[in-house]
């Protein structure tokens, strides 16, 4: 579960109360549903397994949130992007804010660069030009960055 990408504590919280727990942790076998306990012994057993994987360091909210943000940047999306992935993975707001703060991001010039991979020539065609808009707003830009990017509407 953890090998595929990085994962939130509550993220994994969830999935771990969802499916049960099956592996191996500290050399033995665990290998529990959620049918086979009380809610308040899984409940239990999920957060010892929480716990020792932060101990560990192979569960971090802070780490998850740099991925986040590196992917999501390199990938052309903005801001609003970010913050709706972030509660999607139930990631602190500060955690990401820190993240992104570390990157010192320029919204702008990530939203041209987004823009000029997507769209060439828009500026003489308005239908173009406003399909543009739409494109950086499901990117997740907001509408000051938008027209920054796009400038003027032709014509």
């Known amino acids: 579960m953890l090998a595929g990408r990085e994962h939130s ?19 033995r076998s665990v290998d529990i549903t959620a049918a086979e306990v009380t809610a308040v012994h899984m409940s ?6 929480l716990t020792g994987l932060q101990e560990d360091n192979l569960l ?15 990938r052309g999306y903005g801001p609003h992007k970010l913050q709706q992935e972030s509660r999607k993975r139930s990631i602190d707001f500060s955690l990401l804010q ?13 939203a041209s660069a987004a ?13 173009t030009w406003e399909k ?18 796009l400038g003027e509407p032709p014509g």
């Open 132 to 149: 543009a808009g739409r494109f950086l707003q499901r990117r997740g830009f907001g509408s000051k960055t938008i027209l920054d990017a």
């Open 115 to 127: 823009l000029s991979r997507r769209y060439a020539g828009f500026a003489d065609d308005r239908a």
């Open 44 to 49: 239990q057993l999920v957060e010892d397994v």
């Open 9 to 27: 504590v509550a993220e994994l919280r969830r999935k771990l109360t969802q499916s049960g727990l099956r592996g191996k942790r500290s050399g």
């Open 98 to 110: 820190t993240a992104i703060d570390a990157r010192d991001v320029d919204w702008s010039a990530q």
């Open 60 to 74: 971090s909210d802070e780490r998850c949130a740099e991925v986040l943000v590196t992917s999501l940047i390199n």
